[in-house]
């Protein structure tokens, strides 16, 4: 597909995560097929796709919660399917901050319980006191402390994703991966919210996986961009990695929608365009249901 690049290039820290020859099915379908990825310490890696391309599946037969067909993954060096990373990788999954709304809990009381997957337990004494450290902590670095103390049903939905990212922050874990953390948040948020994601795995060495369907976003924060898609080649469909580099050479509106097959409803001849790595010239431009969100 000429979009593959050599990401291990990027970073030359540890190799926390690595996926070889990982294919996976969701009912009938083949979602992923021949995935090799390797993640480095310190990476923000921002994880796009259509609805339905199988993000969701990558993030979960990464953390080893899906049978695979081929392959595997290992996380921190150990095989994922053994869980050993328990601990060691946080979690925030896909509306995770739609809370039940009858049940009180407060804004702290809810970061406090991300205490209960750390890695580590101090000896009892020590414990409570640390704990109060950690979770004030985690509360400034996702900006809550001023509402520490409300209840998380009176929260805005910007405030309640990040009180569910301050719990993935206080289990110290090295591995953060987040499904669709961005969704519900306002502007300022989300651009505070991105800047510690970015500072967390630069100055805390934190390697974050992220999927979100806001590429703009993705492309000014994350370090590497993997692209997720479907694509019908010739008779079969395969789903698999369409693009993983840098976001500066992410390809434009035009490149993905000639890379997906979308062709223009609105002229009748087809346009030549060409890709960004300069090797592919294609037919067929854009359309408007391939648009970049905000
Ligand atoms: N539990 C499931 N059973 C059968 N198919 C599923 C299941 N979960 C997801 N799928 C299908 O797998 C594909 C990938 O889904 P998903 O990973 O959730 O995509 P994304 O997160 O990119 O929206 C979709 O076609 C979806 O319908
Ligand atoms: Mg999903």
């Given at each position: ?55 969701t599946?990558?993030l ?44 009180r809990i ?5 970061i ?9 337990m ?11 450290k ?45 499904d ?35 590429i ?70 854009a ?8």
């Amino acid at each position: 597909m000429g979009y593959l690049m050599e990401s291990h290039l990027f970073n030359d820290g540890e190799i926390v995560i690595q996926a070889s020859n990982l294919s996976v099915s969701r009912g009938n379908t083949i979602v992923l097929d021949n995935i090799n990825l390797t993640i480095r310490q310190g990476d923000f890696v921002g994880l796009v796709g259509p609805n339905g391309s199988g993000k969701t599946t990558l993030l979960m037969a990464i953390l080893g919660l899906l049978n695979t067909i081929t392959g595997k993954v290992e996380i921190l060096g150990q095989d994922s399917a053994n869980m050993a990373h328990n601990g060691r990788v946080a979690w925030v999954s896909q509306a995770a901050s739609n809370l039940p709304k009858n049940i009180r809990i407060t804004v702290r009381e809810l970061i406090s319980l991300g205490v209960l997957n750390a890695k580590t337990m101090l000896p009892f004494m020590k414990r409570r006191q640390d704990i109060r450290k950690k979770v004030d902590n985690a509360l400034s670095l996702v900006g809550l402390e001023n509402v520490a103390d409300v209840d998380i049903s009176r929260l805005s939905g910007g405030q309640r994703q990040r009180a569910v990212i301050g719990r993935a922050l206080v289990t110290n874990a090295e591995i953060l991966v987040f499904d669709e953390p961005l969704v519900g948040i306002d502007r300022d948020s989300r651009n505070s919210l991105l800047k510690l994601l970015d500072d967390l795995c630069h100055i805390q060495k934190k390697t974050l996986l992220m999927v979100s369907h806001d590429i703009a976003a993705i492309r000014q924060s994350a370090h590497r961009v993997i692209y997720l898609d479907l694509i019908q080649l010739n008779d079969c469909c395969r789903g698999g990695i369409q693009y993983d580099g840098p976001p500066a050479d992410f390809p434009d509106l035009l490149s993905l929608a000639t890379l997906r097959g979308i062709r223009n409803v609105h002229s009748p001849e087809p346009i030549i365009i060409s890709l960004k790595d300069g090797t592919e010239q294609s037919k067929i431009v854009a359309n408007d249901s391939l648009r970049e969100e905000e």
